[in-house]
């Protein structure tokens, strides 16, 4: 059974990061492409970074870039998110997502998602 | 980017009846990548369709897809009490990969 555990999520100042992760099992993880999608309180999906099977090719959302950086250690079974100079407009519920396949951009697996709330 | 629009924003319906979600996109969607999701409150989203027309693993029959280009149809033929939830489109064809507003299928 696939599963995707979502984690690193809480409350933090603007200006501060958070790691998020994700782990991954049920499936080959090496095999598939990894994502982060996110969705505001009350509000709809936005896609926030996607990173392909084996790494090498990396895409950010403009919202995020130069801020976020997304990374994933096939021997783990994981995928990470570090978020730098977090903002209000952060907060969200954070979603960990399966890429059908090594390079595809749709999501067929997701997590349970992991709440990050940016507030003063 | 490739905005999506879809309408209407809410669809008041009653189970048995037919239900027809409509998503636009503002250029061309390449080779009619398009995904359509189900989310239910406090739950993650679930993939329905890809490809325009392609179904998931596991999901009823009654729930359908096409369109290509600019225009795309999710229709659920008749709707199920557990179908009444958001539905979201998502295209994947190009960089950076957008999302539809949503549609909210409400019981009338």
């Known amino acids: 059974e696939v599963q995707l555990v979502e984690s690193g999520g809480g409350l933090v100042k603007p200006g501060g990061s958070l790691r998020l992760s994700c782990a991954a099992s049920?499936?080959?993880?090496?095999?598939?492409?990894m994502n982060w999608v996110r969705q505001a309180p009350g509000k709809g999906l936005e896609w926030v970074s996607s990173?392909?099977?084996?790494?090498?090719?990396?895409y950010y959302a403009d919202s995020v870039k130069g801020r976020f950086t997304i990374s994933r250690d096939n021997a783990e079974n994981s995928l990470y998110l570090q978020m730098n100079s977090l903002r209000a407009e952060d907060t969200a519920v954070y979603y960990c997502?399966?890429?059908?396949?090594?390079?595809?951009?749709?999501?067929?697996?997701w997590g349970q998602g992991t709440l990050v709330t940016v507030s003063s | 980017e490739i905005v999506l629009t879809q309408s209407p924003g809410t669809l008041s319906l009653s189970p048995g009846e037919r239900a027809t979600l409509s998503c636009r996109a503002g250029?061309?969607?390449?080779?009619?990548?398009l995904a359509w999701y189900q989310q239910k409150p406090g739950q993650a989203p679930r993939l329905l369709i890809y490809?325009?027309?392609s179904r998931a693993t596991g999901i009823p029959d009654r729930f359908s897809g096409s369109g290509s280009g600019t225009d795309f149809t999710l229709t659920i033929s008749r709707l199920e009490p557990e179908d009444f939830a958001v539905y979201y489109c998502?295209?994947?064809?190009?960089?950076?990969?957008?999302f539809g507003q949503g549609t909210k299928v409400e019981i009338k």
């Open positions: 990173i392909n099977n084996s790494g090498s090719f990396i």
């Open positions: 049920g499936f080959r993880f090496n095999r598939y492409s």
């Open positions: 490809g325009a027309s």
């Open positions: 997502a399966r890429g059908y396949g090594s390079g595809s951009y749709f999501y067929d697996y």
């Open positions: 250029q061309s969607v390449s080779s009619s990548y």
């Open positions: 998502q295209q994947y064809g190009s960089s950076p990969w957008t």
